[in-house]
């Protein structure tokens, strides 16, 4: 049954796989603190409920489902999402990341502040493998712990939390800034909005670990990235040009804060020895992936990215996959 109160955060979770994909991911919301303030919404293609399906969603204050092309209309999906919204707060989730019970409440009490966005603190949920913790450094790395509570430059892409209101404020372009959020954190703060931290939201997150997906998977995200900067901002071409050209200052930048985030987590002797291969492989690929969006915008990339991103399992080793079906078994250290 409904509340009569309304929501107090929603949750927007998007899979093309089916139910089953997100399973996991709603149990650990089933399990939040304050699972009957949140909304779930639900994106996805035609999807089969079952009795069992229905039981799991009980708890929450509301569901609702979206059926969406998300080959194609992903973005579309998110921004219809915002506008259906019934809570002050929107989070956006993973089907691959499980946030801890007090997620949501440390969510919804950092935005009683004048937060326009709040982070969460990512865990690696899949640590058994060094290929795992490498890609997690190269993608989350200034996210992972450990964190301070304090306003930050930017928050995690996933996983992270918004004032409704203010995403409501991009209008029609929305769901272009959706595209690669990271990008709208820079565009809220040059707003004169401010981001926030907040070491108690934890999520843990399942990294790609296999050695070639990763590279796969960090090229097309690149190519991503600057097809929506340049692209939805119609850049001209001598623009793009000029900006290519200053890709390789802006890598040797993200191959610094790598290093530096492995080495403040305190996993520099364990880590580097052994995953130095794999991180500059892999910020080689983002390099090339990111000239490539800059000349050919999206072409077919958000139909590759969303295999990583909606089927997981097939991308990490064998060795995570059988350490995860072991769900009572917490996170450990890298091994070397």
Same mark, same amino acid.
């Given at each position: 049954?409904?509340?009569?109160?309304?929501?107090? =955060?929603? &949750?927007?979770?998007?899979? *093309?796989?089916?139910?089953?994909?997100?399973?996991?991911?709603?149990?650990?919301?089933?399990?939040?603190?304050?699972?009957?303030?949140?909304?779930?919404?639900? $994106?996805?293609?035609?999807?089969?409920?079952?009795?069992?399906?229905?039981? /799991?969603?009980?708890?929450?204050?509301? &569901?609702?489902?979206?059926?969406?092309?998300?080959?194609?209309?992903?973005?579309?999906?998110?921004?219809?999402?915002?506008?259906?919204?019934?809570?002050? &707060?929107?989070?956006? #989730?993973?089907?691959?990341?499980?946030?801890?019970?007090?997620?949501? /409440?440390?969510?919804?009490?950092?935005?009683?502040?004048?937060?326009?966005?709040?982070?969460?603190?990512?865990?690696?949920?899949?640590?058994?493998?060094?290929?795992?913790?490498?890609?997690?450094?190269?993608?989350?790395?200034?996210?992972?712990?450990?964190?301070?509570?304090?306003?930050?430059?930017? *928050?995690?892409?996933?996983?992270?939390?918004?004032?409704?209101? $203010?995403?409501?404020?991009?209008?029609?372009?929305?769901?272009?800034?959706?595209?690669?959020?990271?990008? =709208?954190?820079?565009?809220?703060?040059?707003? #004169?909005?401010?981001?926030? =931290?907040?070491?108690?939201?934890?999520?843990?997150? $399942?990294?790609?670990?296999?050695?070639?997906?990763?590279?796969?998977?960090? %090229?097309?995200?690149?190519?991503?990235?600057?097809?929506?900067?340049?692209?939805?901002?119609?850049?001209?071409?001598?623009?793009?040009?000029?900006?290519?050209?200053?890709?390789?200052?802006? =890598?040797?930048?993200?191959?610094?804060?790598?290093?530096?985030?492995?080495?403040?987590?305190?996993?520099?002797?364990?880590?580097?020895?052994?995953?130095?291969?794999?991180?500059?492989? #892999?910020?080689?690929?983002?390099? %090339?992936?990111?000239?490539?969006?800059?000349?050919?915008?999206?072409?077919? &990339?958000?139909?590759? *990215?969303?295999?990583?991103?909606?089927?997981? %399992?097939?991308?990490?080793?064998?060795?995570?996959?059988?350490?995860?079906? /072991?769900?009572?078994?917490?996170?450990?250290?890298?091994?070397?």
């Amino acid at each position: 049954m409904t509340s009569p109160l309304p929501p107090e =955060m929603t &949750v927007v979770l998007a899979t *093309i796989p089916g139910y089953e994909s997100i399973r996991k991911t709603i149990r650990h919301l089933k399990n939040q603190t304050v699972r009957d303030r949140l909304e779930i919404i639900i $994106i996805s293609p035609s999807m089969e409920m079952s009795a069992a399906t229905e039981s /799991d969603l009980k708890d929450f204050h509301n &569901v609702i489902f979206m059926e969406a092309d998300i080959d194609n209309e992903l973005y579309e999906a998110w921004e219809e999402a915002v506008h259906r919204a019934g809570a002050p &707060v929107i989070a956006f #989730g993973e089907n691959h990341a499980f946030p801890v019970p007090e997620w949501a /409440d440390a969510l919804i009490e950092a935005h009683r502040g004048p937060w326009a966005g709040v982070g969460s603190v990512i865990i690696n949920a899949n640590p058994g493998t060094l290929n795992s913790w490498a890609q997690m450094y190269m993608t989350y790395g200034r996210w992972t712990e450990p964190i301070k509570a304090g306003e930050a430059e930017d *928050i995690p892409g996933h996983n992270s939390s918004y004032k409704r209101s $203010i995403l409501l404020e991009y209008g029609s372009q929305l769901k272009y800034m959706l595209i690669r959020t990271n990008a =709208m954190n820079m565009d809220l703060r040059s707003r #004169g909005h401010r981001l926030y =931290m907040e070491p108690r939201a934890r999520v843990l997150h $399942i990294n790609v670990s296999r050695t070639q997906s990763i590279l796969v998977d960090l %090229f097309y995200n690149g190519q991503i990235y600057t097809a929506a900067v340049a692209f939805n901002k119609r850049w001209s071409l001598p623009r793009r040009v000029f900006n290519a050209c200053l890709e390789p200052l802006i =890598m040797l930048k993200y191959f610094r804060g790598t290093l530096h985030n492995i080495r403040r987590s305190g996993n520099w002797n364990r880590l580097i020895p052994h995953t130095l291969p794999i991180i500059v492989s #892999g910020l080689t690929a983002h390099f %090339f992936g990111k000239l490539l969006g800059y000349f050919t915008g999206f072409s077919k &990339v958000q139909v590759r *990215i969303n295999n990583y991103e909606f089927d997981r %399992f097939k991308y990490i080793t064998a060795q995570d996959i059988e350490e995860l079906s /072991d769900s009572g078994k917490p996170p450990a250290g890298p091994e070397a």
